[in-house]
């Protein structure tokens, strides 16, 4: 007789991992802003960590992308490069399409309960003016996006790289805080949502690859030396269309 049993030992998260979740968190949310330097001692006693796990916490988020290690310098949060943005940026919205070929039309309508849900979280949020959980919120709404495929991988994949994406969307809402309401940005995001539930894939591409999520490009220019030839023609035509007028952050 086999009895029904999950016998999967689930080791308790070390030290480090916590410490690595609390320091992750603090950059992807923009409170430790990029190239902040991350300093072990301040570092240690807010998070009630000794430093060598808290070494091996900033050598994991060294191998996520999301901080650079400085040989006899310490570390400090990854600053944004023409290259990070053009990787970030072409790898999700491949994935984003990806998951939309597979969900639409979605003909199960419990499916759409998580992303009912988010866009719910997202909308109360906004009338609240919480600022400080618009793109906690959107990335959730996206993850929720992307479950829509039924696709396990794409959705494992999709959320290894949320903390940079997060990285990305906090610099584009930094820019276009004064230009866009935490409403209009709801309600962007509820005709995402429409577009979705009709089953209107042409509509929704456009969403999912509207420059305007783009708006932080400008601030990178800097960069631009350091970038391969592909990252170097996507980001000159990024910018000539921005500049062709004024565009509202969709993402």
């Known amino acids: 007789m086999h009895l029904n049993v999950d016998l999967r030992i ?5 030290m480090a991992m916590l410490a690595a979740d609390g320091i992750r968190e603090q950059i992807v949310s923009g409170a430790l802003r990029p190239g902040e330097r991350l300093r072990e ?9 000794s430093r060598p796990p808290l070494r091996e916490a900033l050598q994991m988020l060294a191998q996520e992308g999301i901080v650079d290690l400085l040989p006899r310098r310490g570390a400090q949060v ?16 491949s994935l984003e399409r990806f998951a939309v070929d597979l969900a639409l039309p979605v003909r ?19 009338a609240a003016g919480l600022e400080e ?12 996006l992307v479950d829509l495929g039924g696709h396990a991988l794409l959705g494992d994949t999709y959320r290894r790289l949320s903390a940079r994406m997060r990285m990305c969307m906090n610099a584009n809402r930094r ?7 935490l409403r209009a940005r709801a309600q ?21 690859e509207d420059d305007a999520s783009l708006s932080f490009l400008p601030a990178l220019s800097d960069s631009l030396p350091l970038a391969t030839p592909a990252a ?3 980001y000159r035509k990024a910018i000539a269309t921005l500049s062709k007028g004024d565009v509202l952050d969709a993402g």
């Open 133 to 144: 959980r618009a793109v906690a919120d959107t990335m959730g709404f996206h993850i929720a």
């Open 108 to 126: 199960d309508e419990a499916a759409l309960r998580p992303l009912a849900n988010a866009l719910q979280t997202l909308e109360d949020h906004a």
């Open 10 to 14: 689930v080791s308790p998260p070390s």
């Open 78 to 93: 990854r600053g944004l490069t023409v290259q990070d943005a053009y990787e970030i940026v072409t790898l999700r919205r």
């Open 232 to 234: 170097t023609q996507w």
């Open 188 to 208: 962007r995001h509820r005709e995402l949502f429409d577009a979705i539930l009709s089953g209107d894939s042409d509509v929704v591409r456009a969403s999912i």
């Open 175 to 181: 820019v276009r805080t004064d230009s866009e309401s």
């Open 41 to 49: 001692v301040p570092l240690s006693e807010e998070l009630g960590v």
